[in-house]
């Protein structure tokens, strides 16, 4: 079983990283963790280098941060995601917020931001981890023009869309989101398995208000297993397979 969506780097897990991280090896087969700000890399990539074969990266600028990044840092940023091409695994989180950003000049400047990440990808030929928020429809039009290819949509929760996701033959990572949401739970039902992947993005979306941790993406799998009428097994095995063969993992135990 694999978290395809989490961010170790947050200082959340300041305190007990190693610790979650040895729990995480005991019950996962692999984590792939988000650097989402230009400020996570180093850390992101000590993780790597330190927990060789389990803990994997991708590294982004998350659309929320649009107001943070000078034009400098961006290009400085993607310098440095070139040089270290061998040492992750996709690129993301990155796409639309129109949740945290309101202002139409902003919001065109993520749609920049969004482009230049996509073309990354392409060039480096390494997947796409995508988050969209009130921006799905426009998030999926980007994404199509500019010939966007690996994909996966992060969270995603537009039902509606779902048959653009399935045609475009891209994938859909979901979380504990599905537990307590009809919209994700028809996403959840509506994906066939062989386009889906687990996630948390712990820290987040725990339970009560509590630190999330990777190791919920076994509770995940048993709600989609519940959703789709299958058994847990058979979520688990094929969405692992999808995690390897998406992110082309190189797992070591």
Not at 143 to 171: P, Q
Request: hydrophobic share 40%; charged share 30%.
């Amino acid at each position: 079983m694999i978290d395809v969506h989490c961010h170790l780097e947050q200082k959340d897990y300041s305190e007990d990283r190693d610790s979650v991280v040895a729990k995480c090896r005991k019950e996962l087969n692999a984590i792939v963790t988000s650097c989402a700000h230009p400020k996570d890399f180093d850390l992101t990539l000590n993780l790597v280098e330190k927990y060789v074969g389990f803990v994997f990266a991708t590294v982004g600028i998350h659309p929320e941060y649009i107001k943070e990044v000078n034009e400098k840092e961006k290009d400085d940023f993607i310098d440095l995601v070139k040089k270290n091409r061998g040492k992750i695994v996709g690129i993301g989180e990155v796409g639309l917020d129109y949740n945290w950003v309101k202002e139409s000049d902003w919001r065109e400047k993520q749609k920049d931001l969004f482009i230049n990440f996509i073309n990354l990808s392409n060039e480096l030929k390494l997947p796409l981890v995508v988050h969209a928020r009130d921006a799905f429809e426009e998030a999926i039009k980007i994404l199509e023009h500019e010939d966007a290819r690996r994909v996966v949509m992060h969270m995603f929760g537009a039902n509606n869309l779902v048959k653009y996701i399935i045609e475009n033959k891209w994938f859909v990572s979901l979380n504990t989101i599905v537990l307590n949401s009809k919209k994700y739970n028809k996403v959840a039902r509506d994906m066939p398995l062989e386009q889906l992947l687990l996630e948390t993005d712990s820290p987040w979306l725990g339970f009560e208000k509590k630190r999330n941790d990777p190791t919920s993406v076994k509770i995940v799998a048993d709600k989609i297993s519940e959703i789709k009428k299958t058994t847990f097994e058979i979520v688990d095995k094929k969405t692992t397979e999808n995690a390897i063969e998406f992110f082309k993992l190189n797992l070591h135990y």
